[in-house]
């Protein structure tokens, strides 16, 4: 089944980059696999799946070691400061940089591991209330503000839209984080490239390949729906 699912994922990609002129090539799938257990992270890892994505410390650190080591992980949640010290060494990514404090711990335990880690920016784009992420006109403050951290690389945007029963009402924030990313390239500051867009979940992930997204954060398309009073 999850086989079979990540197939039919890889498809529309392909279907998609297709229809607007994009090489499938440019798109990375995350598969999202918070809440599921690891033999539904092996079946998608027998599938092809290389990317995968968690949102909590515990869970990435408990799965990274029962998973084979050619396993890119992605930390795309709200990740608190005195966590960071548990991924550092693990982690491929962190999509969700949100507060200076957060990007200075990550600086610090980067140093210490003698690695730099990857991150995005991850961008309140619709200013909602309930939302974790730098407000859209903050955007080029704050990067301006972490761009000079050892152990860090500013490598792009990320965001979580709002919840929506039609993909094509999102597409107005997805183009607008595009937009956003061209401004803060055409900035030029020290450090920092726009290599990534990280936008696009499984119900919208098709109208963020068509703004311009070149990762993809797909869970339930994959896993299916995720049961949350049962622990994993
Ligand atoms: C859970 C999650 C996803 C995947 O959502 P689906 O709708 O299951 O595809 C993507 N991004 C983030 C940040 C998430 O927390």
């Not at 089944?1 to 990540?6: A, D, G, P, T």
């Not at 080029?140 to 929506?164: E, H, Y």
């Amino acid at each position: 089944m999850i086989n079979e699912n990540y197939e039919k994922v890889l498809n529309t990609i392909n279907d998609v980059c297709k229809k607007c002129n994009r090489l499938t090539d440019d798109v990375s799938l995350i598969a999202v696999s918070k809440t599921k257990p690891v033999s539904a992270l092996f079946e998608a890892y027998e599938a092809g799946a290389r990317d995968f994505g968690e949102n909590k410390v515990q869970e990435l650190v408990d799965k990274y070691d029962k998973l084979p080591p050619d396993i890119r992980w992605h930390m795309i949640g709200h990740l608190q400061t005195n966590k960071v010290k548990y991924i550092a060494d693990k982690v491929y990514m962190i999509h969700s940089v949100d507060s200076v404090k957060l990007a200075e711990e990550i600086s610090k335990q980067a140093v210490k591991a003698k690695r730099i880690i990857p991150v995005l920016i991850e961008v309140n784009i619709a200013g909602e209330d309930s939302k974790f992420g730098i407000a859209k006109d903050e955007c080029i403050d704050f990067i301006q503000s972490v761009n000079q951290l050892p152990g860090i690389a500013v490598k792009g945007l990320m965001t979580v839209p709002p919840f929506v029963e039609n993909a094509e009402d999102n597409r107005q924030y997805f183009k607008a984080l595009k937009q956003l990313s061209v401004d803060i390239m055409q900035k030029n500051i020290d450090n920092v490239c726009m290599d990534f867009l990280s936008m696009g979940m499984s119900g919208d992930y098709t109208v963020a390949i068509e703004e311009g997204a070149n990762i993809i954060r797909v869970g339930t398309s994959i896993f299916g729906e995720r049961d949350y009073f049962v622990k994993a």
